[in-house]
């Protein structure tokens, strides 16, 4: 049974605890609405659609409102208890300020062990059906896919923009442009048009686009050397009607409805992204082989035979042939190849440099998410230790002074997770320890103030500084006449 301090502890937490969640669960939504709400509106969705789609992602803002709102309500609860005097009053009947923040401590450790298990099994199941919906919502309606003026990947083999959107399911555009995805070795194309309409294929794997009035303009250079490509000329047709059909087959079968989508780490849970990560990381050493054989084979033909063929002691590796004694039109084009042949090395080292950077980043990322189903929980026990120790020491209560202070706290978290999340996504630091090197730093922190906050120290006592840093000051204030004489 709970005795009658610790029920009016905890029914004093849970006054500002619900409050605050609430505000903060909503400023929260408001900015996934913002984000969202733009891409929705006007694109043929019904308001049950867009309301669906935003509860499924608001589950995910939870595990970051919750600790936020414990550090909140902590410095709060203590605040007031000291602000009213009855933090002092419990100190004089014999009550330390421990046994004061033991209820809440198991409060709180209540709600961190509920939020990892929410982390773990609620918000992966709604994260799928969120990804699943927006499948769904692709397939059956083209326009959500676009935002007016802005150039867009998603239709298979182009590269696409649109002036305007507008329609019931946004299928009417104004200003079309589509230009082919291929690189400077194939034909090249791009198409502009006044007007277009996406209209209803017959086979439901591909989308139909008709545009009206517009032009193709073409250049045809696949398989021809480099001059013919100079003296190709380019192309332009005009036309009044033209159709274009893009295979969304991909898209189509993974929708949402049928939640076919299941392959991603964020639908698992901590044990099942353990195999996911085994996985990814046995797929990364051989794309990892792969490209180290392709540079090495491309830079030196002989350097995997070697490699794998040892060579005999009394071997004698000679120079094939001595520059100096070449001819110097023919010295200048071996020099020349040379030159471009290390220029090619280059590039396709800085090729692989970004396919490098995309699997490390995505092998990085599965482990942060992991951690942080945990790292997460440990925060609102940490959160709870810096705000109940900051609310006993500042014995201010209500919105004005805790609220500033927690927000400053959450910022610095909030940046040092952005901050490791971005050097651990570029392979500069190990993911395992980003994802709790912001707890690691906190916990110190919190620590100290617990410290502080048992041993009654004045931590935040101005006129405690101001005595101290008197005797620097005193020199550069002059003194009244009044006070010489006293």
């Known amino acids: 049974m709970l005795k009658k301090l610790d029920q009016y502890i905890i029914k004093t937490f849970f006054g500002p605890f619900f409050f605050i969640f609430s505000v903060l669960f909503f400023i929260f939504m408001v900015n996934i609405i913002w984000i969202q ?43 007031d208890f000291g602000e009213r005097y009855e933090l002092a009053a419990m100190k004089s009947a014999g009550i330390s300020l421990t046994r004061v923040m033991l209820p809440l401590f198991t409060v709180v450790s209540l709600l961190s062990i509920m939020l990892y298990f929410f982390s773990n099994n609620v918000i992966p199941d709604f994260q799928r059906k969120a990804k699943n919906m927006m499948f769904n919502i692709a397939a059956t309606k083209p326009a959500i896919n676009f935002t007016p003026g ?54 439901k794997n591909y989308l139909k686009l008709v545009l009206y009035s517009g032009y193709i303009f073409e250049d045809n250079i696949q398989d021809k050397n480099y001059m013919e490509r100079l003296r190709q000329p380019g192309q332009s047709i005009k036309y009044d009607t033209l159709v274009l059909h893009f295979d969304v087959s991909d898209v189509i079968n993974k929708a949402i409805e049928d939640e076919k989508i299941t392959d991603d780490y964020q639908f698992q849970t901590y044990r099942q992204i353990n195999k996911t990560i085994d996985r990814v990381k046995k797929d990364n050493d051989v794309t990892i082989n792969t490209l180290n054989s392709e540079m090495v084979g491309q830079t030196n033909n002989y350097v995997t035979y070697i490699d794998r063929v040892k060579a005999p002691k009394n071997l004698k590796i000679e120079e094939p042939f001595n520059l100096n004694k070449i001819k110097e039109d023919k010295r200048l084009k071996i020099l020349n190849d040379a030159y471009h042949k290390i220029e090619m090395v280059e590039n396709e080292k800085k090729n692989r440099d970004t396919q490098l950077y995309d699997i490390i980043k995505y092998h990085n990322k599965i482990i942060m998410y992991q951690q942080r189903i945990i790292a997460y929980s440990v925060t609102c026990i940490i959160f709870f230790l810096i705000g109940a120790s900051l609310g006993s020491i500042i014995r201010k209560g209500g919105v004005g002074l805790p609220v500033v202070i927690a927000i400053i706290i959450f910022i610095i978290f909030y940046v040092m997770n952005l901050s490791v999340e971005n050097v651990a996504w570029k392979g500069k630091m190990d993911p395992y320890i980003a994802a709790w090197l912001p707890n690691m730093i906190l916990f110190p922190f919190g620590a100290w103030l617990t410290y502080k906050a048992l041993t009654d120290s004045q931590v935040f006592d101005v006129e405690k500084y101001k005595a101290l840093t008197k005797p620097i000051w005193s020199k550069f204030i002059r003194q009244n006449e009044h006070e010489r004489y006293q």
């Open 37 to 79: 709400l733009a891409q929705f509106t006007g694109k043929g969705l019904t308001t049950f659609e867009i309301m669906k789609f935003l509860f499924y992602m608001s589950v995910n803002v939870v595990k970051m409102v919750l600790p936020l709102t414990i550090l909140l309500a902590s410095i709060m609860t203590f605040g």
């Open 150 to 203: 802005q150039f867009i990947n998603t239709l298979p083999g182009a590269s696409v923009k649109f002036d305007k959107i507008y329609g019931e399911n946004g299928e009417n555009l104004e200003g079309v442009f589509v230009h082919k995805v291929a690189n400077s070795y194939e034909d090249q194309r791009t198409i502009i048009a006044k007007k277009g309409k996406f209209v209803p294929a017959e086979n």
